[in-house]
Structure formats: C-alpha cells, structure tokens
C-alpha cells in the first residue's frame, strides 16, 4: 500500500458511541453518551508491554479495499505554502521560523512585485489599514494577494483593519508631517476646513473639548509634541506647545491633569457607520481577519461576531484592538470574546504612561497564551526603518523581547506601508526573530505556561490534556516534527498554545481553517482531502510529505489526531503516535 515504511508507537483514546439509552452514568459519558473504551496503549519495538493498569489496545479502521482508496484520494492533493517548502528545504525542521510576521500594505508596497518580495520575505498576513486609501484601492490589493496565492503557491492570509469611532484624532490638514516649535500658539477646533491651515488643527469629533479645563496638557501621538491649553474660545482650544517636535497627519491626542489621564466617557459605538461599510466590503472580498478598533468591551465583540454568522462569514475571525485604558481593565473578557489579540502599542501609550507598556505587553501576551487566542504585538518594531536602511539597535532589543515573550506574530505598520525599506524592515523581523527562537531552544529556555484548564465538557478536557502531554513528548524525545489533523484548528492551536521546540504541521480540509492558522504560532498549515479513515490521512499525508523530499530516513514525527464520530468511524477517536520514517 505504501513506498515507505513507518515505525510507530502509539497512545489512544477512544469512545464507543450509543445513540440511545440517556439513562447513563454520567461519570462515564462523552457528548451525553456511554464510554466503552478510554484505554491507553504502546505498541512498538522500543516499548515492552502495555502502559497503565487494565489499559487495552484499541484498534478501529475500514476494511483495507476502502482504506486503499481514501489512500490514492488524498495522494491527489496536498497545498503546502510554497515560502514554507522552501525554508524547509533549506533549514530543516527546527529551522523553521515559529513567530509568524503581519505587513500593513500602503502605497510603498501595494504592486504585485513588491507584495511578491514582501510573501518571499516572510509576510504571513497582509492587513489593510482601512482609515487610509479607497475600497476600491484595497479591492485591488487583495485581489493581487490572491491571484499570488493562486499562481505562486502561496498562503497568504487578508486582514482588514477598521478605522473606528476616531474621536481621539486630530489632524493639521498637511500631506506630511510638521514639525512644531516650542512657544507656538495653535488652535484645535471641530470646524470643517479642506487642506491646511496655519497653526489650525481640526478634531474629528464635535466634543473633543467637552469637560476640558485651562491648563490640562493635550499630548500628540504619546509624546511626540505637547501643548498646554491656555484659552477655551466655546468648543475650540487655543494651545502652546510646551514640548516641540514632530506633529503627523491624522495624529492620535489625549488630554492629562496632575500626571492622570482625563477620562471621559464618549458613548459612542466601537463600530461606526464607515466601519459597518468596510466590513460589507471585507466580506464579499473573502478576507480572513476583521480588527476591531477602539475595543472597550466584550460586547461589541460579540455583537461583530453574531453579525459575521448572520451572514455566513462565520469563518472571518474578529480581533480586538487593545488600545485603550478601558479595555485594559476589561482585558480577559474581551480575550475570551475575540478570536485573537492586537496589542497596539502606539495608541496604548497614548493612555498609559510609557514606562507600563512593556509590562501590559508581557500581561497580555501571557493572558492570551492561557485563553488560547493569538495575540499580535504591534506598531514601532523599526520605526526608523521608514526614512533608514538599518535599525537602532534598541529596536532590535525590542522586538528579540516580544519573541522571548512567545508572542504568536509581529506586525509592521508604516514600515512597510509608507517606508523606504520596507523589505528591509521585514527581512530584519524575520532574521531577528529567527535566530531568537533558535536561541532560546539551544538554551531551553521555552518560557513555562502555568496551565488554566479552558475545556468544560469530557471530550475537550481530554483534548487539552492530549495536546499537553503531546508537547511535553515532543520536547523530550526531541522528534523532528507535530503532525495534527484537524477541521477547526482547535487542536493545533491547543498544540502551538504550549510553544514546541518541533514545528505543527496542521493538515486540514478547510480553506478558512488554513487561513486562520496563519496567526498560530508554529504552525505550518496544509491544504488537504481527508477521509473519515485517519489512518488513511496519517498514512498518505507522510508518503507525501517524503514523495516531496521533504522528510527522509531516520527523521521522527509525533502525530496527534482527532476524529469525531462518523458512519465510517463509530468512535471519536484521539490519538498520539510517534513514527520514524524508515
């Protein structure tokens, strides 16, 4: 049946599924149903004997003129992103890089070439900010990713980001930046005005000044400029700059008294009118990720997510933005509401005074580690690498500390959107993070996760154990790859949640699932037929993988499967088996 042999050691679980008869025990129910089988079993020259008291093997299967069949089915395809074959082909599995890297697209790389360099190196997820340029601007750009995705092979993921409420945006009217003198006097009014006008700042909201008292602070982009009000002319601010430097278009502001930010409360909803139009146009534009802007709370989460399944685009996953004060006092329910996490930085430290923001980074990545969600670290990696060809070498500090923090992905903004070297730029974040990851597993120092048990039912708790266990298997038998077959990418996520020295491979039969497991951390996913026989699936996807030269003699792999019941398969049946190509 096969050209290639596999020796292979496995642990199982497994459970028999009655229908009928509810009147059961229900400490021995799985999904409202009887357990027949929950045993454990080795099997293998290296292992003598059976693991654990009263612990049987179990074997399920089709019959072998079936199981042949569902074998040359899946010989028929098999998508591997074709940046990950080629790093694979060059660096070997422990060579892979695991924190995966977000490009935000912009005018100085929105062509088909420069999106081309920018995949080869190392984009996992392009993200489209959508408070700059026209839908019609980022219609075209997803559709070069996608015709790259089809023509080259590859596997990129769209990411729309949503502009939000914006009420704590100003703007000078210039097409650039200016720089602001100590001294000088300014006005910030909510009147309308096209282009610019000296010394004159428009807000984007009629109450910007509401509750604002002479002699409060308004601070410009966290710091790069700050005014002290001196005159209130109605809803306007007369200003002097106290604190001279650079003022950008479209700048975020914040007000502060005696050292405290002012707080106030807009009522505004998290998703504007402009937003709910974005979002029209990131669904029939088939994008993977939605970020929400300007989260506060839990519910507007929520709310983006029942408006995704209303329209069948349940598959986009929703990630909240954290950049607020609010939502740091609110931070585990939205995590747990969200399909993902971005920290974003630059408008966070518009809020928090900055010497937190390292701490609140490490917090969050942490708490998203437990609750299972990805979590992306944003904004001002290499902020000099917009006008500069080589980065400080505290931003290369900066972004060695948000991989040793585990962080799932990385994101440039104006780096690679309006800068000079934005390949450059992605080409340090990927050196940068690589040699990191290579290092703390030389060192072994994978940071320890204190484990929070997420699964409530039997069949998920197991799950999370499973993939625990697998892990910690992995790492001490130092096998060269996580093979996981999966239809939601629960179980890779579970796996990458734990940061393996192996890379996942996730083998799926879902295109959104793919898409999704661009954000996990070390996890490679492929494209893939699978049939209710998993054996068949472990089976033809490692003849596969070696027919492309891709695993050879001698190297070992840890596989971790799950099925859930089927005509074909009456049990659901979760299993960990290490094979070692022969």
Known sequence: MESMAVAGHSIHTCFHIKAKNPRVNLEKQVFGVPVLHHGVSCIGKKLKGKVGAGVQAVQVGLEESERVRNLKSLERTLELDAVSERELREKGFLGLRKTKLVCTIGPACSSLEDLEKLVLGGMNVARLNMCHNTQEWHRDVIRKIKKLNEEKGFSVSVMIDTEG????????GAPSSLKVQE???????????????????????????????????????GGMARFEVIEKLGSDLRCKCTDSGLFLPRAKFSFWRDGKLVERNYELPTLSTKDWSDIEFGISEGVNFIAMSFVNDAESVRQLKNYLSTKSAASVRVLAKIESLESLQKLEEIIEASDGIMVARVDLGVEIPLEQIPTVQEEITKVCRQLNKPVIVASQFLESMIEYPTPTRAEVADISEAVRQYADALMLAGESAI?????????????????????????????SLLPRQLGVSLPDRIAEQICNSAVELANNLAVDAIFV?????????????????????????????????????GV?????????????????????????GLVKEGDSVLVVSDVTPSRATPMAFQSIQVKTIA
């Open 485 to 521: 077959y999966t239809k939601h990418g629960h179980m890779a996520s579970l796996l990458s949640r734990n940061r393996p020295n192996p890379p996942i491979f996730a083998f799926t039969n879902d295109e959104s699932t793919r898409m999704s497991l661009n954000l996990q951390w």
């Open 419 to 447: 800068g000079l070297f934005g390949q450059k730029a992605l080409s340090v974040l990927q050196m940068t993070s690589s040699r990191l990851e290579s290092w703390s597993r030389e060192e072994n120092r994978q940071g």
């Open 524 to 548: 490679i996913p492929l494209l893939v037929d699978l049939s209710d026989d998993m054996e068949s699936n472990i089976s033809s996807t490692i003849h596969l993988i070696k027919s492309k």
């Open 165 to 172: 409420s914006q009420i704590h945006v100003v703007d000078h």
């Open 183 to 221: 001294d000088s006097i300014w006005l910030f009014t909510n009147e309308k005005f096209d282009g610019s006008v000296p010394f004159t700042v428009q807000a984007n909201y009629e109450g910007f000044s509401e509750g604002i008292k002479v002699g409060d602070e308004l601070v410009i982009d």
